[in-house]
């Protein structure tokens, strides 16, 4: 089990970058899969970015070339750098640990970027 807390949402211009930051209770050096998945009103909730224990990432289409999931296993932290913010981009991000059958989910943290 694990418990996951996201920091780092903010009112930011369009341009502008923000760094997510999802610290987890136990060590991630383990957890196969942490990601990070976003939900705008009215939508359902949608894979942002992700990667495995052995290094793999993957992005939605839409954040290619813009945002970088990277961790920091020393300090149990999975990161999400958004750059080039998009109004479009505007959602509650949460970020999720696969361990085994299971997934766990934080309870996410306001992004809203501005034209």
């Known amino acids: 089990q694990v418990q996951l807390v996201e920091s780092g949402g903010d009112l930011v211009q369009a341009g502008g970058s923000l760094r997510l930051s999802c610290a987890a209770s136990?060590?991630?050096?383990?957890?196969?899969?942490l990601g990070w998945y976003r939900q705008a009103p009215e939508k359902q909730r949608e894979l942002v970015a992700s990667m495995t224990s052995d290094g793999r990432t993957n992005y939605a289409d839409s954040v290619k070339g813009r945002f970088t999931i990277s961790r920091d296993n020393a300090k149990n932290t999975v990161y999400l750098q958004m750059n080039s913010l998009k109004p479009e981009d505007t959602a509650v991000y949460y970020c999720k640990a696969t361990m085994g059958p299971f997934n766990y989910w934080g309870q996410g943290t306001q992004v809203t970027v501005s034209s």
């Open positions: 136990r060590t991630i050096f383990s957890i196969y899969v």
